[in-house]
């Protein structure tokens, strides 16, 4: 479904991605970890289309800058940004008419019900609290229903209740047959429902590990977090 193959990212002479391929299949939930500066946002923002890079990202085969790779995509960016002189529900209807959704109201309402929305839907952009904008970013990538969805840090700033049914949807849209992608430094948050988990050192994949080989080895995510960020070695034993 999401396919990365040998890419690399420069912002000048730094080497943010260097040379990484990975998959995530339908109902997977994978996630990114990593310390600050390892190079999840970019590698988040290029398969977003956002970067230019060298290397190949497909959707569901289509090249991801393609209208095709677009209308299943799925991105919640780390800060929201809202339009300042736009309702929350206008943001909604943009999105509606942007994707021509046909019940993007239905839709629309559910999920700002979910999240505690509702009331707040003739605010405009710049009267949103700081979480409020988060959750208006979370709903305005998952009205087009992705089939591939990307998050970067997308429990930041968000209340308890939020976080309850935003972990909800991630097991919902697997359920659905999505593949996801979660940038999140909250591993606590991520231990019930995590399939694959990616270690990102200096622009590096340093491992990569299944659940199933994470739990036959007795450690959990924490352990082995630390173990190879602390080791400071790849799986290959090179130094990272
Ligand atoms: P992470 O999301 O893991 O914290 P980033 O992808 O934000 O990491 O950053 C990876 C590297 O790329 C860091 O060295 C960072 O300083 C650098 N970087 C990120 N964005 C830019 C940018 N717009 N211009 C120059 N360097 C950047």
């Not at 339908?26 to 996630?31: C, K, L, T, V």
């Not at 085969?61 to 677009?70: I, L, R, W, Y």
């Not at 002189?85 to 994707?99: L, Q, S, V």
């Not at 505690?116 to 009267?127: A, F, M, P, S, V």
Request: with cysteine.
């Amino acid at each position: 479904m999401l396919s990365v193959k040998n890419v690399t990212k420069k912002y000048g002479k730094v080497v943010a991605n260097n040379d990484i391929s990975f998959d995530v299949m339908p109902g997977e939930i994978a996630i990114l970890l990593g310390p600050n500066g390892a190079g999840k946002s970019t590698l988040i923002k290029c398969i977003a289309g956002l970067l230019k890079f060298d290397g190949d990202i497909t959707i569901d085969g289509h090249p991801n800058k393609s209208v095709e790779a677009k209308r299943y995509l799925g991105y919640i960016s780390e800060m929201p940004a809202p339009y300042e002189m736009m309702t929350a529900w206008e943001h909604m209807e943009f999105i509606g008419r942007a994707y021509s959704l046909k019940n993007w109201k239905e839709e629309a309402q559910a999920l700002f019900e979910r999240f505690e929305l509702w009331d707040k839907k003739d605010k405009l952009g710049n009267e949103l609290s700081k979480g409020m904008q988060q959750k208006l970013n979370i709903c305005c990538g998952l009205l087009p229903n992705p089939k591939v969805l990307l998050f970067d840090e997308p429990l930041v700033g968000l209340d308890p209740h939020a976080i309850k049914e935003l972990k909800a949807m991630f097991v919902e849209y697997r359920a659905k047959g999505a593949a996801i992608l979660i940038s999140t430094h909250m591993l606590d948050s991520v231990n019930e429902f995590w399939d694959a988990t990616n270690i990102m050192m200096d622009g590096k994949f340093a491992a990569r590990r299944t659940r199933k080989e994470v739990e036959a080895s007795g450690e959990d995510l924490e352990q082995l977090f630390f173990s190879i960020t602390e080791g400071a070695k790849s799986e290959s034993g090179e130094e990272v």
